[in-house]
């Protein structure tokens, strides 16, 4: 536990002393490269906690992680029956959770694969 607490409270301080940090904003404009240099990664640091903490705690960067962005949201679970005399010679099932007649492919998936460069398609079932 010693080597932790001599990194909390005298390497970090001792580091964070010595960065170049000016006292005016004019301060900033006279920093050399070397300085900047020293700034980068304290600030990179920064950067990636403040990075995590809105990945964890906002709700609309956790809501781009998602695959399904509009197919039954208010559900907590999508899950669809299809009776398999419902089959016709041939259905076609989205996968790609873009479509607007979901559960079936409209399509929708030659779009999101132009513009992501994906490549989903759908699941083809045909009665032989
Ligand atoms: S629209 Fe989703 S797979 Fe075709």
């Known amino acids: 536990m010693e080597p932790v607490a001599h990194l909390i409270k005298v390497s ?7 960065l170049p940090i000016p006292d005016s904003i004019g301060g900033w404009f ?12 304290p600030t990179a640091v920064l950067a990636g906690i403040g990075y995590m903490s809105y990945v964890a705690f906002c709700p609309k960067a956790r809501k781009s992680n998602q695959v399904n962005r509009t197919i039954n949201k208010n559900n907590p679970k999508v899950v669809d029956m299809v009776d398999v005399e419902d089959i016709t010679e041939k259905t076609v099932f989205c996968r790609c959770w873009k479509s607007q007649n979901w559960p079936y492919c409209d399509g ?8 992501t460069g994906d490549n989903v398609g759908p699941l083809v079932i045909t009665k032989k």
């Open 12 to 18: 970090v301080p001792n580091y964070l002393s010595d």
């Open 108 to 115: 929708a998936h030659g779009k999101h694969n132009q513009c």
């Open 30 to 41: 006279r920093l050399g490269v070397k300085d900047w240099l020293s700034l980068i990664p």
